[in-house]
């Protein structure tokens, strides 16, 4: 009886799941038995932006909705033309926002009256000219963009920048908990753990939104240099 109970536990512990069994296995953790030194360090690089971003948009307003819709969609196809002329390729062409909207007046003492509406219809550009990008807005104001937003400026591949930020982020890490070691009067025997926290690019000012205008000075937009950063918690053992 005793063999047979003990050859049904062998079988059941066979068909257990190899995550149950898992969940059994104890944990290891790395032990450190010097001085802990947990450290946080930035890497930062400067690189020129290469895209910018901006919102171009019609606003139309009329008696009616279906006149309001149609003055926006007709001046719109006047700017999807002219970016096309200018070669931004269709990718880089979104539409963002088609709204429409009752407009009313409100007289005193009295009930409000609808007296029109406001279309708007927005796209998104990516302009991989910024250069340029500033003589096609221009061109879009001449074909009916009446609202612009940006830009914001941006690199299209950041990852080979990023590492060089990681590779900055170690090396001041490592640095860093060698002075600590020097100060305290002791040396850097090993690095125990290193997280990266992100990498990201530092925000550049707030966009302007501004009403297009037409002007005598052309558009100009500079691109200057965009800061990208990475941080790295890194822990080190100390003796």
């Given at each position: 009886?005793?063999?047979?109970?003990?050859?049904?536990?062998?079988?059941?512990?066979?068909?257990?799941?190899?995550?149950?069994?898992?969940?059994?296995?104890?944990?290891?953790?790395?032990?450190?038995?010097?001085?802990?030194?947990?450290?946080?360090?930035?890497?930062?690089?400067?690189?020129?932006?290469?895209?910018?971003?901006?919102?171009?948009?019609?606003?139309?307003?009329?008696?009616?909705?279906?006149?309001?819709?149609?003055?926006?969609?007709?001046?719109?196809?006047?700017?999807?033309a002219?970016?096309?002329?200018?070669?931004?390729?269709?990718?880089?062409?979104?539409?963002?926002?088609?709204?429409?909207?009752?407009?009313?007046?409100?007289?005193?003492?009295?009930?409000?009256?609808?007296?029109?509406?406001?279309?708007?219809?927005?796209?998104?550009?990516?302009?991989?000219?910024?250069?340029?990008?500033?003589?096609?807005?221009?061109?879009?104001?001449?074909?009916?963009?009446?609202?612009?937003?940006?830009?914001?400026?941006?690199?299209?591949?950041?990852?080979?920048?990023?590492?060089?930020?990681?590779?900055?982020?170690?090396?001041?890490?490592?640095?860093?908990?060698?002075?600590?070691?020097?100060?305290?009067?002791?040396?850097?025997?090993?690095?125990?753990?290193?997280?990266?926290?992100?990498?990201?690019?530092?925000?550049?000012?707030?966009?302007?939104?501004?009403?297009?205008?037409?002007?005598?000075?052309?558009?100009?937009?500079?691109?200057?240099?965009?800061?990208l950063?990475?941080?790295?918690?890194?822990?080190?053992?100390l003796?």
């Amino acid at each position: 009886m005793k063999r047979n109970f003990l050859a049904a536990l062998v079988l059941c512990a066979a068909f257990l799941p190899r995550a149950a069994i898992a969940q059994q296995a104890p944990s290891i953790t790395q032990t450190i038995a010097g001085t802990r030194l947990d450290i946080s360090a930035t890497g930062e690089v400067a690189r020129v932006p290469d895209v910018a971003v901006i919102s171009a948009g019609v606003v139309s307003r009329s008696a009616t909705a279906t006149a309001a819709l149609s003055d926006a969609a007709d001046r719109m196809a006047r700017v999807l033309a002219a970016l096309k002329r200018a070669g931004v390729e269709d990718r880089d062409v979104q539409t963002s926002n088609v709204s429409l909207n009752p407009e009313y007046r409100y007289p005193e003492n009295q009930a409000p009256q609808l007296v029109g509406y406001t279309a708007t219809n927005t796209v998104t550009v990516r302009f991989r000219d910024i250069r340029n990008s500033g003589e096609i807005l221009d061109a879009l104001v001449g074909q009916g963009a009446n609202q612009i937003n940006g830009p914001n400026l941006t690199i299209d591949k950041p990852e080979e920048a990023l590492d060089e930020a990681r590779a900055k982020a170690v090396a001041i890490g490592r640095s860093r908990a060698e002075l600590y070691a020097r100060s305290l009067g002791m040396h850097v025997v090993r690095l125990v753990a290193a997280t990266e926290s992100g990498g990201y690019a530092v925000p550049p000012p707030m966009p302007v939104m501004m009403e297009a205008r037409m002007a005598a000075a052309e558009t100009k937009i500079e691109p200057g240099e965009q800061k990208l950063q990475v941080t790295l918690s890194m822990t080190f053992e100390l003796q």
